[in-house]
């Protein structure tokens, strides 16, 4: 997810509780990375293969695509992954 301030942000999960979808987020914050929770009220809208957008000026989108390989969104989420380990 890339956020209105155009931070990448990596969601975890997504579940859709009544009218609203509730994001587990994991961001980088001074090099360390965190988890939180989020909640939109709003639907996002497809605007492409695997992308969607919101009312605010957020991005939602999937990283399944080989092209990504050197995405900011796609590095973001192999540090995750190594500091897992």
Do not use: C
Request: aromatic share 10%; hydrophobic share 45%; proline share 2%.
């Amino acid at each position: 997810m890339q956020s209105a301030t155009q931070e990448w942000l990596l969601i975890e999960s997504i579940v859709l509780f009544e009218d609203n979808l509730n994001l587990a987020i994991i961001e980088k914050i001074d090099g360390s990375f965190s988890k939180r929770a989020i909640q939109l009220s709003e639907t996002p809208f497809h605007v492409g293969a695997d992308v969607w957008e919101l009312n605010y000026g957020a991005t939602l989108m999937t990283l399944n695509h080989e092209i990504l390989n050197g995405h900011p969104a796609k590095q973001l989420w192999q540090e995750w992954l190594s500091s897992n380990r």
